[in-house]
Structure formats: structure tokens, C-alpha cells
């Protein structure tokens, strides 16, 4: 939706297209996306009548007709980049519309005072009312979000009203909220499908109840350590829980200024989910403000209930094994490079593409089923990766491979870019088996010694 305002009144508004299942007010069934998009002028329509579905635009286009014609533009209240207040007076109300673009979000107890909030009415998107109760763990996103006053109300924004920092949201979840958390010095986000499910959630995973276990105990105990905890709201399911343990000093130099581990695991996994690529379920992420340490925060996510890690099947085809799970070699890896090339395609630079961070279930009809888990290196753009960022990745989910294999796998990736597997390209592939092979006969502090002595000479 464009809004285009003029002299204090909104001049008008335009929607985009009546038919169309990508963004229209209702589409005409599952069809291809036509090459000639139709935005004003319908000459004909594919389908009939009984194709024809509400999208959910339609909702929203009602909500907005019933609140904001007719009422006067006060102008946008604030200056942050990401984040759009906008403020609207009809004859009955004072009318603000907040949202944000590209993932990001905003706390509205960052964005109005306590009473400003216990005065107001919220209505969602599609003009449903919002408990008044959850306003203190409400967030504004990419659904636009309508708080509403009495006409002779004066609500403004808090000075210096802004995004919560660093944080991506994957918003477009069927089902499930997304609920701020502020207790103390804890901060974080919870997802769930209701209030009372978040509370449930909580009475487990509040970062108060989340002990450390022993090395025994836990899935893995070195630099982070892993663990899971029974589901609440499932009693076959399990959560994940990940903490840092262990920061090195120099670590702790640089890290201090990016965001905390647990957060990097979040939005990493919710830039992920913002282009469908599949990842593990993110269920919460907490962190202690001004925490010096760096370890005081968690990130939880569902448990992945996977077949196998993508490490072991290429491990078995390295070993000359013709298939791997019932999928042939071939096979498995035109599905890894479909899922691959997607990511990259979608300009998410992964970092730590090893293969045990891919596990993969075999579905009912014989296709691989990919999920990553280990986000919190991801860095996301805006564009498809260039090729130097793409073998960045692929050196390292190749590293188990032996030549033949890699050069099968790379050649397919490749030829779908158009581009030939060899020359410079080819050579990052040796290099990086180098620098593993050393970090392991050396040991990181060997490697440092030998960079050392590289740059004395």
C-alpha cells in the first residue's frame, strides 16, 4: 500500500492489484504468476467465479477503509529509519498506525509511555482488537498495528522512540505471536500462539529456571553449551537450549560490541525463516542487559527431528557408497544444490556451512527435507551473494567430500549459476583443506604462531 499525504489530508491511497495470489485483494486459485502483471485493467481473468479466494489483503484493505477515510493526516511522528508511526485524526479518534520494514521490530513500551498505552485501543492489521492487557508485551512489525484514543486524546511517542536493536523477526508465522520480554535486567522475545501459551513456555524456559548442566548432561559442553528441555505445550516434543560458557579474552574484546550470541542465533534463524529457507523453530531468545561477562543469554529453538546429518551422507559417498539412505548419489546432490542455491539466491552468507550443521529427514515420497541449524553467523543481504561468498560456504560443506565427489557436487552447482567449476574458483577448495589441516595438527594458537612468523619473514 502507497499513502500519499498533502496539506495535512491524505490525498489518496493505492492498493496493489484486485486478482492476484502474490499480493491481491483475492486470486484466482494456484496459477503461474503472469508475466504481464495486472494492476488497473482486467481484460479477462483465468478461472471462474468458484476459483476466486479472499486474501488476506482483503482484511486488511477493510480494516484500513473503516479507520482511516475521512480523517485528517497529522504527519509521522518519528524520524528512525525501519520505523513508520503515522498519526490520523477522524471526527471520534486519535488514530496512530505503527509498523517497520525488512524484519525489524519495535517494542511499544519503547515507543509510549505507561499511560499513553493503558488509554488506548488496538486493533491488528485486520482491524481485530488486541487485548489491552498484552500491551506491555506488544510489538510493532511489518503487520501494521492501529492504537486508538478519544478525539480530544494528545498521545506522542517517547523521545528517541526506536527499533529494538539488532533484532530480525521472521513475522509472517500462521499461528504464533511474538511476545516482548522485559523482566529486570532480562530482555528477550518469546514466540507462541497465545499470551497464556507464552506463560506457559515461560514457567520452563524464563532464563531465571535455565541452570547450565554438567558436561555429561549436556548435547555439548566447549565454547557454548547445548541441552534440552521437554516442550510444555507437547509432550513428545523437546526444546533446545543454548548458552555460551566459555569466552576467550580476546573474544571478549570484540564480541562487546556486536550483539550477545544469543541474539546473533535468533535473527540469524529469523533471516532464514524470512526467505523459506528451513531452519530449526526459534522459540525465544533471552539476554541480561549490560552483561559484561557475555554469557548470560539463551537462545531456545525447537528440537529438529532429522534422519541424518548431511556430514554422514557425504561421508558415505566419500567412502564410495552409491547411495545413502535410499538416495542416490546423484540425487542427493541436485537436492542439496537446489537448497543451496536458494539460500545464497536469497543473499544469506551462512559462514559455518559444515555438514553437521544440515540435517536432513527423508520425506514419504523419497525427497530430502533440509534444516540448518547453528545460525549464529549468518550475515543477510539484500542481494544474491557474489561468487567469492558462495565458495566461502561451499569449501566447507565440500571439506568431507573426496575429489571426485566435490567436483560432481560444485560442477552441478556451477553449471545452475552458468559458471564452470575450475581455475581460481577450483583453487579455494585445496586452500581451505590446508588451513583446516593445519588448525588441526597445529591447534588454533600454533596457527596464530605460524601466521606470525609468515608476516616476521
Request: charged letters at 25%.
Amino acid at each position: 500500500m502507497l499513502l500519499c499525504a498533502a496539506s495535512g489530508a491524505l490525498e489518496g491511497a493505492w492498493w496493489g492489484p484486485l486478482i492476484c495470489h502474490r499480493e491481491g485483494l483475492v486470486d484466482d486459485g494456484k496459477r503461474p504468476y503472469p508475466a504481464l502483471e495486472r494492476i488497473t485493467h482486467y481484460a479477462s481473468i483465468e478461472g471462474g467465479r468458484d476459483d476466486l479466494r479472499v486474501r488476506p489483503a482483503l482484511h486488511a484493505l477493510r480494516a484500513f477503509a473503516g479507520l482511516i477515510p475521512g480523517a485528517r493526516y497529522e504527519g509521522r511522528l518519528n524520524a528512525t529509519e525501519g520505523l513508520e508511526v503515522h498519526a490520523f485524526r477522524s471526527a471520534t479518534h486519535l488514530i496512530h498506525a505503527a509498523w517497520t520494514i525488512n524484519g525489524r521490530a519495535a517494542a511499544l513500551a519503547d515507543l509510549y509511555s505507561s499511560g499513553d498505552l493503558a488509554q488506548a485501543e488496538f486493533l491488528s492489521r485486520d482491524g481485530v482488537t488486541e487485548a489491552a492487557s498484552d500491551a506491555s508485551r506488544m510489538l510493532v512489525g511489518e503487520s501494521p498495528r492501529y492504537l486508538r484514543w478519544p478525539v480530544s486524546g494528545s498521545a506522542c511517542l517517547r523521545p528517541g522512540a526506536a527499533l529494538l536493536r539488532d533484532v530480525v523477526i521472521a513475522w509472517h508465522q500462521p499461528g504464533r505471536r511474538h511476545f516482548h520480554f522485559r523482566e529486570g535486567n532480562w530482555q528477550g522475545i518469546v514466540i507462541a500462539g497465545s499470551l497464556d501459551e507464552a506463560n506457559r513456555l515461560l514457567e520452563t524456559i524464563h532464563p531465571d529456571r535455565l541452570l547450565t548442566p554438567s558436561r555429561e548432561a549436556a548435547l555439548r559442553h566447549a565454547r557454548n553449551a547445548i541441552w534440552t528441555l521437554p516442550d510444555p505445550r507437547r509432550p513428545d516434543a523437546k526444546l533446545v537450549v543454548k548458552q555460551p560458557v566459555k569466552m576467550h579474552f580476546h573474544k571478549k574484546l570484540l564480541d562487546r560490541f556486536k550483539p550477545s550470541k544469543g541474539l546473533r542465533s535468533w535473527s540469524g534463524t529469523c533471516e532464514l525463516l524470512r526467505h523459506g529457507i528451513g531452519v530449526a523453530t526459534p522459540v525465544a531468545w533471552f539476554e541480561w542487559r549490560g552483561d559484561t561477562t557475555l554469557l548470560r543469554n539463551y537462545y531456545v529453538c525447537e528440537h529438529v527431528r532429522a534422519d541424518f546429518a548431511v556430514r554422514e551422507m557425504l561421508a558415505a559417498f566419500a567412502r564410495g557408497e552409491p547411495e545413502f539412505a535410499g538416495v542416490t548419489e546423484d540425487d542427493a546432490y541436485r537436492q542439496l544444490c537446489d537448497y543451496l542455491l536458494r539460500m545464497h539466491g536469497c543473499g544469506i552468507f551462512f559462514r559455518d556451512l559444515s555438514g553437521g550443521n544440515i540435517l536432513a529427514t527423508k520425506t514419504a515420497d523419497g525427497t530430502l527435507s533440509f534444516n540448518l541449524i547453528d545460525t549464529g553467523r549468518i550475515h543477510a543481504f539484500g542481494v544474491p551473494l557474489p561468487m567469492g561468498k558462495r565458495l566461502a560456504d561451499m569449501v566447507r560443506i565440500c571439506n568431507k567430500l573426496d575429489g571426485r565427489g566435490r567436483d560432481k557436487l560444485m560442477a552441478l552447482y556451477m553449471a545452475r549459476l552458468g559458471r564452470r567449476f575450475g581455475g581460481w574458483s577450483k583453487l579455494q577448495f585445496p586452500l581451505y583443506d590446508l588451513k583446516v589441516s593445519l588448525k588441526r595438527s597445529l591447534g588454533r594458537q600454533g596457527m596464530k604462531r605460524l601466521k606470525a612468523c609468515v608476516r616476521g619473514q
